[in-house]
């Protein structure tokens, strides 16, 4: 099918006028997609959901409807723009299915062009940092109360640490390649470090912490913002969207956000956190929910900068363990040099603890 074909088959409105393929992103096949009616002009996005990474595309989709159609009624209910503020997913005209399956077994999906809108890959710009944390935490605003053990698990253990432990320690026994003793410092390094990693899984395994609907994906670039004003509009990728702890994803983004380097840059000695980027995401996002969070969900989001850090690094080492399977690798090494960079930002957390432990209780 072509593109022409795969657009029509959704409930689209007007004629096609032509595609353009957007470069950006490292999982799915991404198309922008224009249409005319009359005197107006209706884009798309269109996407090709990539099967190896997420093998049952229909759990994917059916995750993504239901949680997006809760935040348009929240939105709704805040008297806001549901064409800005949340994905809106359209349905096949044949089935009503949010989701096209092409002739050779590919799935399409396609939502609504967000208007006027720009996202950022990395910014320095803290303005920007505070309104990215705002829209998580508005995202996630939205969808408390709604019962996260309905959500399929696309990838399981996605951010289980302890799971990613095991995962860790069996690839060492295994040890395919003769790689693990040109590692053992690191290999050393994180068996330390695996008491306090994994005890925010243990939290939640315990029920000490409630399970939420956490998108688990919370890089700057999953934000979009108005090119004019600057507002941050919609959460993007809700692909990975699943059960887990709100602290994976506040984690996670100060882990992507605040590093002073790239996660792979191999100049460890440089890699710090920003104390800075830390308070302006924390600013944004912890002002959105500290109405809903429990005593114990906030006690444990610095917990999860350090656990999720930790966990990133010890995917990068289990990856190179076992021969560069699954993170893309531009050189050999790669994926050593991206976990001592990981590694050493997870000690600069710890070193940063008590100062974060503060900024966090000023908007707590």
């Given at each position: 099918?072509?593109?022409?074909?795969?657009?029509?088959?959704?409930?689209?409105?007007?004629?096609?006028?032509?595609?353009?393929?957007?470069?950006?992103?490292?999982?799915?096949?991404?198309?922008?997609?224009?249409?005319?009616?009359?005197?107006?002009?209706?884009?798309?996005?269109?996407?090709?959901?990539?099967?190896?990474?997420?093998?049952?595309?229909?759990?994917?989709?059916?995750?993504?409807?239901?949680?997006?159609?809760?935040?348009?009624?929240?939105?709704?209910?805040?008297?806001?723009?549901?064409?800005?503020?949340?994905?809106?997913?359209?349905?096949?005209?044949?089935?009503?299915?949010?989701?096209?399956?092409?002739?050779?077994?590919?799935?399409?999906?396609?939502?609504?062009?967000?208007?006027?809108?720009?996202?950022?890959?990395?910014?320095?710009?803290?303005?920007?940092?505070?309104?990215?944390?705002?829209?998580?935490?508005?995202?996630?605003?939205?969808?408390?109360?709604?019962?996260?053990?309905?959500?399929?698990?696309?990838?399981?253990?996605?951010?289980?640490?302890?799971?990613?432990?095991?995962?860790?320690?069996?690839?060492?026994?295994?040890?395919?390649?003769?790689?693990?003793?040109?590692?053992?410092?690191?290999?050393?390094?994180?068996?330390?470090?695996?008491?306090?990693?994994?005890?925010?899984?243990?939290?939640?395994?315990?029920?000490?912490?409630?399970?939420?609907?956490?998108?688990?994906?919370?890089?700057?670039?999953?934000?979009?913002?108005?090119?004019?004003?600057?507002?941050?509009?919609?959460?993007?990728?809700?692909?990975?969207?699943?059960?887990?702890?709100?602290?994976?994803?506040?984690?996670?983004?100060?882990?992507?956000?605040?590093?002073?380097?790239?996660?792979?840059?191999?100049?460890?000695?440089?890699?710090?956190?920003?104390?800075?980027?830390?308070?302006?995401?924390?600013?944004?996002?912890?002002?959105?929910?500290?109405?809903?969070?429990?005593?114990?969900?906030?006690?444990?989001?610095?917990?999860?900068?350090?656990?999720?850090?930790?966990?990133?690094?010890?995917?990068?080492?289990?990856?190179?363990?076992?021969?560069?399977?699954?993170?893309?690798?531009?050189?050999?090494?790669?994926?050593?040099?991206?976990?001592?960079?990981?590694?050493?930002?997870?000690?600069?957390?710890?070193?940063?603890?008590?100062?974060?432990?503060?900024?966090?209780?000023?908007y707590c």
């Amino acid at each position: 099918m072509t593109i022409k074909e795969i657009c029509t088959s959704f409930n689209v409105e007007g004629k096609y006028v032509g595609c353009k393929e957007i470069p950006t992103g490292n999982i799915n096949s991404t198309y922008d997609v224009t249409f005319t009616n009359e005197e107006k002009v209706n884009r798309y996005i269109v996407q090709r959901v990539n099967k190896k990474v997420f093998t049952e595309p229909e759990k994917v989709m059916e995750n993504i409807v239901n949680v997006t159609e809760h935040v348009s009624g929240k939105i709704r209910g805040q008297g806001l723009s549901e064409s800005k503020f949340v994905l809106h997913v359209l349905c096949a005209k044949l089935d009503g299915k949010p989701f096209v399956k092409d002739d050779e077994g590919e799935y399409w999906r396609c939502y609504d062009f967000i208007k006027n809108a720009v996202t950022f890959d990395s910014t320095d710009d803290l303005g920007i940092i505070e309104r990215a944390g705002g829209a998580f935490g508005k995202f996630q605003m939205c969808l408390d109360g709604f019962d996260a053990r309905t959500l399929n698990e696309t990838i399981p253990n996605f951010h289980n640490t302890a799971a990613r432990y095991n995962a860790f320690h069996e690839a060492i026994k295994v040890d395919p390649f003769n790689r693990v003793k040109k590692v053992s410092q690191e290999v050393e390094k994180c068996f330390s470090l695996e008491e306090r990693a994994t005890k925010l899984q243990r939290l939640l395994d315990n029920g000490d912490i409630p399970l939420r609907v956490t998108h688990n994906d919370t890089k700057c670039n999953n934000v979009s913002f108005d090119k004019n004003t600057g507002e941050a509009l919609a959460v993007l990728d809700l692909d990975t969207v699943m059960a887990g702890a709100i602290a994976h994803d506040f984690g996670d983004a100060i882990r992507f956000i605040a590093n002073t380097l790239i996660e792979d840059d191999p100049n460890v000695d440089e890699v710090a956190l920003d104390l800075r980027k830390y308070e302006a995401f924390t600013k944004g996002y912890v002002s959105e929910l500290k109405d809903v969070l429990t005593v114990s969900e906030k006690k444990t989001l610095n917990l999860g900068v350090f656990a999720m850090t930790v966990e990133l690094a010890i995917r990068f080492l289990t990856d190179y363990i076992l021969g560069d399977k699954y993170f893309k690798v531009k050189y050999p090494g790669h994926n050593i040099d991206r976990t001592r960079n990981q590694l050493a930002l997870a000690e600069d957390i710890l070193e940063k603890s008590a100062i974060m432990d503060a900024i966090l209780q000023k908007y707590c």
